[in-house]
């Protein structure tokens, strides 16, 4: 018996698609935060001597209650953009009036993170056995990027029943000022607001300086928004002054903490990609950018206009006419792609804010409906992969605070036939803030179980399992009941 190995050819038809040069560049500016875009743009008036920049302008959106949408496009010099925390160290560029100023020379001994540094630094104040107790847990409470996330109030209730220190809130502002003495100016915060107005303290008074400390305590909220007109008039500044006062703020360190935190990667405050206002119940959505109107410059232009009519020239192609045309086709693309993406960035968040138009209206997070990419795609016809890039590393403004444009999708949980006690189906976020408030109201001495967290959601109407709850408490940074005892 004889074996006959066989040779075959097997043919297999495979569809290969490919993307364009076009929708490469599209799909890049798409995926570009705010301040990267403007800075996209930027390097291509840079790059492209076809492209030339007008007036700055800004797209806007209007949400009425009844539903209807109306888009403008007005001049952005006078209103809103996008603040660009830059992440570098503070320079010793000089921003008081003096030339001596040395300010943000600090540098970290080798090899210390955030928390060696303080207790280092705080040992050698002159406190009280008792008081270096206090500062070494108000430090111990400190996030990575140098915030407090807990008030003093907690804290003074922690001392208490923990180590049993019995601390008045006199002691512990006396002490927490100390730590926020100690370097890197800014450290100790509660929150983006204080962190700025100490950093500005600490520098030597100036004219630029007391107008930036001027603009951080009175008029953040403007600040934030960027509404420069709207400072100038309420503190009686030129638009000069403003504009020297937020050049000094926006090279201040938002994460003071960060640079200690063991990585060589500078942090980068979120510069939200989008604003939503509420106006008397009309939802204003604006891009956070600042943006030039683009043209092709009309020497350009004209010379195009010029080989299209010239025959000999289109048979015998010189480079100079290869430049051109190149170069006209490019910023053609580019000012087309450009618009392409802001009007796909409104589309798309204009269908969030019209799914979720009460949570925008109310701040309740128990309003936010059940949301999916596809239910976006049935909104505006975009494919889900361009919703997906469209809302990854997004963040929106709104009038209580900023929020990944992720945060708005939601699924429901369980069957959503079945209703919690508010008669609405329960999402993840709702499930996260049911859950975040039955461990806020819970005794700190007696923590409730994940099984008892179940119990308490039963009560109130939601019928979930205990790994449900263990999941998203987990989801919500929450440890266990063992690690939030507190003696």
Known sequence: MSSVNKVGLDQELRTVTGLTQQQLRFVH????????????????????????????????????????????????????????YTTERMSRRDYSDSSDNDYASWLPAEGENLYDSLERQISERPLSEEEMQIARYIIGNLDSNGYL????????????????????RAQAEHVLAQIRSLDPPGIGAFDLQECLRLQLERMPAGKVRNNALRIVRDQFEAFTKKHTPRIAKALKLTPAQVSEAIDLIVRLNPKPGAALGGSADNAR?????????????????????RLPELRIDTTFEQAVRQLKTTAAERRNPKKTNVFITT?????????????????????????IVRI????FLTED???????????????????????????????????????????????SIGDEN??????????????????????????KRHPLSDEKIRLEMEKRGYDVSRRTVAKYRDRLGVPPARLRRSL
């Not at 006209?328 to 204009?350: E, H, S």
């Not at 361009?386 to 900023?402: D, L």
């Not at 329960?426 to 039955?438: D, G, P, V, W």
Request: charge should be negative; aromatic fraction near 6%.
């Open 29 to 84: 500016l798409l995926e570009y935060t705010a301040p990267e875009l403007d800075e996209a743009v930027e390097r291509e008036l840079e790059d492209n001597p076809a492209l030339e920049a007008g007036d700055t302008v800004s797209a806007s959106v209007e949400v009425t209650p009844e539903g209807a949408v109306s888009t403008r496009v007005y001049d952005a010099d006078n209103c809103r953009g996008p603040i660009d």
């Open 149 to 168: 996330r807990r008030s003093l109030n907690q804290m003074i209730d922690d001392l208490a029943f923990g180590p049993g220190i019995d601390v008045s």
């Open 269 to 289: 405050a979120i510069v939200p990609d989008v604003i939503v206002d509420n106006d008397g119940g009309n939802l204003t959505i604006t891009l956070n950018n």
């Open 327 to 351: 170069r006209y086709n490019d910023a053609r693309d580019f000012i087309r792609i450009l618009r392409q993406r802001q009007q796909t960035m409104l589309d798309v968040v204009t269908a």
């Open 356 to 359: 979720q138009r009460e949570y």
């Open 365 to 411: 997070v128990y309003r936010l409906k059940p949301m999916l990419i596809k239910d976006i795609t049935a909104m505006t016809g975009l494919d889900p992969s361009v919703i997906s890039r469209a809302t990854n590393n997004k963040y929106v403004a709104t009038p209580w605070g900023v929020f990944p444009l992720r945060f708005f999708f939601s699924d």
């Open 418 to 443: 079945d209703e919690g006690s508010d008669g609405a189906v329960l999402t993840n976020r709702k499930m996260e803030a049911e859950i975040e408030a039955i461990v806020e109201a819970e005794d």
